[in-house]
């Protein structure tokens, strides 16, 4: 009766680890967004976050989900892609808002000494339908980024449906998928070694992806998740350990000052 009672107990414990486990899956690569949202929020300035994280982000998360109907893995895996899209959409949706009144209020100002229509204030408008690659990813309105993020989503689902049968193809996109979140720290690198910099990064959102990466990884590793999921998830995890040493090693030997300034208000701005 002891061996049973200390049995249950043990299945009631692994229960719930895995249970902490997967929900630490699912809603922890949102957290670090949380105080940038906040932020950006409070202050009306999202010069510090690129929005092109939010499209690297929504591409590799939209091709997870596809890559999902060819190859089932974990639910929470699926799960995170679905929360990560959402929490990409919000961000999107209040740092065009920000930088479009920005525009708005940057134009008036210029104009408070002439006698200036309201109509000469108003920010000149860019919307997706356009198809001016000049614009991409600067319009003017959220809907916009809608309709893109609609539109890349069905034609990858119809590619998807056709090739679903070819195992190479849903490999490779499951290689894709994964693989594009993983660089999405090394345009951060690369402007980092280029400024002999990290100046104007912030390192705690660096430490928060770091944990978060090698959580992740290790979550692939114990699940056994598809190889391409911890493959490049060790990858990412390199990557964010190498700009940690970067703060480490431009602190310690400064070099000579850039030029130009770094805006990188996102450990991961690209």
């Not at 679905?82 to 100002?109: S, Y």
């Not at 998807?160 to 190479?168: C, E, M, V």
Request: net charge neutral; glycine share 4%.
């Amino acid at each position: 009766m002891e061996d049973e009672a200390l049995d249950q107990i043990i299945y009631v414990i692994n229960q719930l680890i895995s249970w902490l486990a997967s929900g630490a899956m699912v809603f922890g690569g949102v957290v670090p967004y949380i105080p940038q949202y906040r932020d950006i929020k409070r202050t009306q300035n999202a010069e510090g976050f690129s929005t092109y994280v939010c499209l690297v982000l929504l591409v590799a998360n939209i091709l997870r989900i596809l890559f999902w109907f060819g190859r089932h893995f974990e639910t929470p895996l699926l799960w995170q892609s679905i929360v990560m899209i959402a929490t990409m959409l919000l961000m999107l949706g209040l740092c065009t808002d920000v930088r479009v009144a920005n525009e708005i209020n940057t134009k008036r100002r210029a104009f408070t000494a002439t006698d200036s229509k309201d109509e000469e204030l108003k920010a000149p408008k860019k919307f997706f339908m356009d198809f001016d690659l000049n614009y991409f990813w600067l319009w003017s309105r959220f809907v916009d980024y809608v309709q893109c993020v609609l539109a890349f989503t069905a034609v990858a689902a119809y590619i998807t449906y056709l090739f679903l049968d070819s195992a190479l193809f849903v490999e490779t996109l499951g290689f894709l998928a994964v693989f594009t979140e993983a660089m999405l720290g090394t345009p951060q690198l690369y402007r980092n070694y280029q400024n002999k910099s990290t100046e104007g990064m912030s390192i705690k959102m660096v430490c928060m992806w770091t944990s978060g990466d090698t959580f992740k990884t290790g979550y692939f590793i114990v699940n056994q998740a598809p190889v391409q999921f911890w493959i490049c998830g060790l990858l990412q995890v390199f990557v964010d350990f190498a700009i940690l040493f970067q703060v480490y090693y431009y602190s310690r030997y400064p070099q000579k000052p850039a030029s130009h300034t770094v805006h990188a208000g996102s450990a991961k701005a690209l």
